[in-house]
């Protein structure tokens, strides 16, 4: 795969490139190429399953993907863990009809500039999550407690694409149209109170879904 990167996030305007990664829910590959000219697409670029988060934004993602179906959108979830690692999961969590791809080398991160942050300031944070988690803890002691209390256990595969970079990987989604144009996006950013491990507003993404529709 042949992607650049770029030195921020893709916004609104952008062109979005064309990214071709290995498909976890069929075989072969999915090409972003694939979209243009037949519809528009919502592609969330998360960290791996061993993040708790990033499996909740892939859940969310299946279940916003009825509605946005009805508008016309696809959806395609990009994860950092290795396909067939990939594959085990979603067959004991099944994400009906939701396009999923692996990409343990953060090819498409960079392609759509989500960048890298220093283990340092990752560390730094503390989240606080009341009815989840004990106490606020820091990102490694946070998704430890919840992998354990969600019964997912990490694999020498969850290892290696924990410690490929040594940096924590920002994510994000964007919603491209039919031109391949960015129209609407959200990004992660990695301080106390700025989209920490959150999700988008639901009403929010499927109004700019309603305007890529059109």
């Known amino acids: 795969m042949s992607t650049s990167s770029v030195d921020r996030p893709l916004q609104p305007g952008d062109r979005a490139p064309n990214v071709v990664l290995n498909a976890i829910s069929r075989e072969g590959k999915i090409a972003l190429d694939d979209f243009r000219g037949r519809s528009p697409l919502?592609?969330?670029?998360?960290?791996?399953?061993?993040?708790?988060?990033?499996?909740?934004h892939v859940a969310a993602?299946?279940?916003l993907k009825p509605a946005l179906r009805e508008k016309g959108v696809e959806c395609l979830a990009v994860v950092n863990t290795p396909v067939e690692r990939a594959r085990l999961y979603f067959r004991y969590h099944p994400a009906p009809?939701?396009?999923?791809?692996?990409?343990?080398?953060?090819?498409s991160h960079r392609a759509f500039g989500l960048r890298e942050?220093?283990?340092?300031?990752?560390?730094?944070?503390?989240?606080?999550?009341?009815?989840?988690?004990?106490?606020?803890?820091d990102v490694m002691a946070m998704n430890e407690f919840l992998n354990k209390k969600e019964g997912y256990e990490i694999t020498e595969a969850d290892q290696q694409a924990m410690v490929a970079s040594g940096q924590g990987q920002l994510v994000g989604q964007f919603l491209i149209d039919r031109a391949g144009i960015v129209r609407w996006n959200f990004t992660e950013v990695l301080e106390d109170g700025l989209n920490t491990f959150r999700a988008p507003n639901p009403e929010e993404l499927?109004?700019?879904?309603?305007?890529?529709?059109h």
């Open 97 to 107: 009809d939701l396009l999923a791809a692996s990409d343990p080398e953060r090819a």
């Open 61 to 63: 993602m299946a279940q």
């Open 42 to 56: 919502l592609i969330g670029l998360f960290r791996g399953l061993h993040c708790p988060f990033c499996r909740r």
């Open 206 to 213: 499927m109004s700019a879904a309603s305007q890529v529709a």
């Open 117 to 137: 942050v220093g283990m340092d300031t990752v560390m730094a944070i503390r989240i606080h999550l009341p009815g989840e988690l004990p106490k606020p803890m």
